[in-house]
């Protein structure tokens, strides 16, 4: 039996831990149909995961596509295949990387600045304090940063998708010698809009 409980006690555990979060969504999402709501707590939200994230975003993303389009020119010149830098280029940020990086980022630095702060208020004992003012703390705290996050992060996946490609237009056409017209041609002609589709859900 003992090695049927140290198989049972983890996936026991992880269900539970998927139960607590289907729980967590969805009393979340059922605040959103009950006043009061908090518009400011929400811009506020925004700002600060959708703005304040865009610097770090976009280093990333344009280095990404950098390194790609020249990764790719040295791959590609074993088989005499260098004209497709900018097809791959693209395909590969929208489709993969620019979400893939955008969402690492926003994990690394918004969630756990949300995890520290909320952490902090309960140490602090703040939200006893909104209890205690007849306030939610799921519909004053919780609510508005999940809210702000499902909105911003496809405006941030765009954001990422564009700078990564520019990244990439820039090694092909600075470092490669890429025709800066036919590298932007070749970009545009290969996306269709199920790719951008994609990457922004």
Known sequence: MKPLASIGRPVLAALAAVGRMAIFAGETVSHLARPPWYPREFLIQMLHIGYFSLPVVGLTTIFTGGALALQIYAGGARFSAEAV???????????ELGPVLVGLMIAARVTSSIAAEIATMKVTEQIDALVTLSTNPMKYLTLPRVLAATLVMPVLVGVGDVIGIMGGYIG???????????????????LEALDIVSSLT
């Open 85 to 95: 830098v900018p097809q791959i280029v693209a395909i590969g940020m929208v489709r």
């Open 172 to 190: 092909g056409v600075e470092r490669l010698g890429f025709n800066a017209a036919t590298y932007l041609r070749n970009t545009v002609d290969f």
